[in-house]
């Protein structure tokens, strides 16, 4: 790119890292508040989307229908009526919550759906936008200014020159391993770690159609319902739910980590053995052993869940980190890609309220990140470490603890809460009811001036 001619905001240059769902997300919410150049830079040489089921929260809803691609992610999704949690060996309900009035009461619904889904919808928002460049096969080597204007090398695949980009500014969805933030880190406070922190955790992920489950009516009734079901057990639990038009049944598990224990902080994902998925959960009722027999031999995915500890800051210059790369989390309250994207809005919320007389100085652009950094931490932060406690409270064993939960999740939520936070009432409307981009737009003067 060359030295920037901006004249007012909405011609800065935009560099976006990634292409998951934090990084198209913010690249559409700048294409859609009018900013004109943005480009977007991903490792992968294509998206060639794949993953298993996502949920899509009321608050994340009412960022996508900003962004124009609701209807699209709607017209195949599950809308959530309900959620039913079951003991594990057993299938006997603990406890079921209605959860009829969701769109009612939040203006948007709980939607559960297939990933490929949400991230096409927002790829076709995208390449919708003349806004939007994007440059696949190309990765990060190095950040060699973060101020005044980041200036960034790249490694293309096509290409075995290194390229160099000056950006107005960067915001970087790189992801859990981000490199940009071991950059960052490095230059803002001399730190050599990324921070990574493992959980002890790994999750099974598995979709099964409606063919595979035909023999089985009582998971054809599952399929065919609006409710997401979680069996709990010992130090784990599968959840499941419908997706794609209720073709294919989502399962998701979490479990001690034990394949990747011994491994590289490198190995995040492996493949897995049957018997050894079928042991894990062989504790488990013959529904959930229905289930994971018919997962096809040499077909079975393993995950290692990491976070990392909280970080010092997610902003340095004229650079910020968006999504797993600043607040990684356990899956447990379902708000992973859902925080990645409303980061993207805020950012672009933000960014756009920059003074026009005041767009090429560094620290007013720093000072405006800095704002996002303040609207979001404390509130992904919090969400972060309630899942991690969610997911506590789902794996406890025999004893008094557990007793007291189950005696909890007899209440079905009528006391306003329920063990398990993502179906309790009170966590779902400190969750869904938060409008980010509202709350930007009504604080950002208040925030900005406490610099």
Not at 56 to 77: K, T, Y
Not at 283 to 295: A, K
């Amino acid at each position: 790119m060359p030295h920037s001619t901006a004249a007012d905001v909405y011609d800065l240059r935009i560099v976006v890292i990634g292409a998951g769902m934090g990084g198209l997300g913010t690249a559409l919410a700048f294409a859609k508040k009018g900013f004109k150049n943005i480009s977007v830079y991903e490792t992968a040489s294509n998206l060639g989307f794949v993953g298993a089921g996502i949920q899509m929260p009321p608050n994340v809803m009412r960022v996508l229908d900003r962004l124009g691609v609701a209807p699209e992610i709607e017209a195949e999704a599950t809308d959530v009526q309900a959620t039913s949690i079951r003991q594990g060996s057993t299938n006997e309900e603990l406890a079921h919550v209605s959860m009829p009035d969701i769109r009612e009461k939040y203006s948007f619904p709980h939607l559960t759906g297939h990933r490929s889904n949400l991230a096409g919808s927002l790829y076709n928002g995208c390449l919708k936008e003349p806004a939007i460049t994007f440059h696949f096969g190309t990765s990060l080597v190095n950040i060699t200014s973060f101020s005044p204007k980041p200036t960034l090398v790249f490694k293309s695949r096509q290409n075995p020159e290194e390229l160099t980009v000056e950006a107005d500014i960067l915001l970087s969805a790189d992801g859990i391993k981000s490199p940009t933030r071991a950059h960052l880190l490095r230059a803002s406070h001399g730190l050599t770690q990324t921070e990574e922190e493992d959980t002890g955790q790994a999750a099974y992920r598995i979709m099964l159609t409606r063919e595979q489950l035909s023999p089985f009516p009582e998971l054809i009734k599952l399929l065919d319902s609006n409710t997401v079901v979680r069996w709990v057990g010992e130090r784990r639990h599968i959840i499941a739910y419908p997706v794609s038009n209720h073709n294919i049944y989502n399962l998701s598990t979490a479990h001690p980590d034990t394949n990747f224990a011994s491994a590289t902080s490198a190995t995040y994902t492996t493949k897995g053995s049957k018997s050894q998925m079928l042991s894990v959960f062989e504790t488990f009722c013959p529904l959930v052993q229905d289930m994971l027999n018919l997962v096809p031999d040499g077909e079975v995915c393993e995950w290692k869940l990491r976070i990392h500890k909280p970080l010092p800051t997610w902003v340095h210059g004229s650079v910020a980190l968006v999504g797993d790369a600043c607040h990684a989390t356990l899956p447990h309250l379902s708000q992973g890609a859902a925080m990645a994207i409303e980061d993207g809005a805020v950012l672009a919320e933000v960014v756009s309220r920059i003074p026009k007389e005041k767009i090429h100085d560094a620290e007013t652009v720093s000072k405006a990140l800095k704002v996002y950094e303040l609207l979001r931490k404390p509130h992904c932060t919090a969400l972060v470490d309630l899942a991690t406690h969610s997911g506590r409270v789902l794996h406890l064993g025999e004893g008094k603890a557990k007793e007291e939960r189950d005696k909890a999740f007899k209440e079905n939520g009528k006391s306003g809460s329920v063990p398990d936070k993502w179906a309790s009432p009170d966590v779902q409307k400190m969750i869904y009811a938060n409008d980010c981009v509202k709350e930007a737009r009504e604080r950002f003067e208040e925030l900005f001036a406490s610099f």
